[in-house]
T-cell receptor, first 110, second 114 residues
Framework: QKEVEQDPGPLSVPEGAIVSLNCTYS??????FMWYRQYSRKGPELLMY????GNKEDGRFTAQVDKSSKYISLFIRDSQPSDSATYLC??????????FGTGTSLTVIP | ETGVTQTPRHLVMGMTNKKSLKCEQH?????MYWYKQSAKKPLELMFV???????ENNSVPSRFSPECPNSSHLFLHLHTLQPEDSALYLC?????????????FGEGSWLTVV
């Protein structure tokens, strides 16, 4: 079983829609979770990080962690064409161990 | 300069060439990484350096040779590569600590082997 599982999509939504991106993870060791946005031919950009269950909000973005079900989500409100990118979820364990999902490709249609 | 800077951004090399990728981080981190990202594939960890010491080599072929002269700089020396090595090579950095890490990536170096 992979450390982090992510639906690759692709996901296509109209502008203004609420987007939900989801990942599951398999190990319950110390958890630190991150979401990255990667535009085509660019490196991943850190969007949000959290280590606790519940919601963390930053502008139009909300990261949600449910440790009981080992589920992490990223919600994008009022989606814009500029949000079109691949979104990667990741979790960090102790030290330098990082585990990444395969990424979900999102297209927001004007 | 802020964040993680990689040069060159694009590189085309023949299979007999020798080239190097360079990475510099301005975040005060003490761990640096090389990742490979191929089309439609997840990130593949290649090498990890903590405080200039290599702590992980993820079964990478010897035609890839990393060098970390200090905690801020990382190189990836390339020689006799194969066409299947064409990919986006990402440098990243983080703090090397027991808990609570985030990892930051550079823009990547697009490598094409012809």
């Amino acid at each position: 079983q992979k450390e982090v599982e992510q639906d690759p999509g692709p996901l296509s939504v109209p502008e203004g829609a609420i987007v939900s991106l989801n990942c599951t993870y398999s190990n319950s060791a110390f958890q630190y979770f991150m979401w990255y946005r990667q535009y085509s031919r660019k490196g991943p950009e850190l969007l949000m990080y959290t280590y606790s269950s519940g919601n963390k909000e930053d502008g139009r973005f909300t990261a949600q962690v449910d440790k009981s079900s080992k589920y992490i989500s990223l919600f994008i409100r009022d989606s814009q064409p500029s949000d079109s990118a691949t979104y990667l979820c990741a979790r960090a364990r102790t030290g330098n161990q990082f585990y990444f999902g395969t990424g979900t490709s999102l297209t927001v249609i004007p | 300069e802020t964040g993680v800077t990689q040069t060159p951004r694009h590189l085309v090399m023949g299979m007999t060439n020798k080239k190097s990728l360079k990475c510099e981080q301005h975040l005060g981190h003490n761990a640096m990484y090389w990742y490979k990202q191929s089309a439609k594939k997840p990130l593949e960890l290649m090498f990890v350096y903590n405080f200039k010491e290599q702590t992980e080599n993820n079964s990478v072929p010897s035609r890839f040779s990393p060098e970390c002269p200090n905690s801020s700089h990382l190189f990836l020396h390339l020689h006799t590569l194969q066409p299947e090595d064409s990919a986006l090579y990402l440098c990243a950095s983080s703090q090397a600590r027991d808990a609570g890490n985030t990892i930051y990536f550079g823009e990547g170096s697009w490598l094409t082997v012809v």
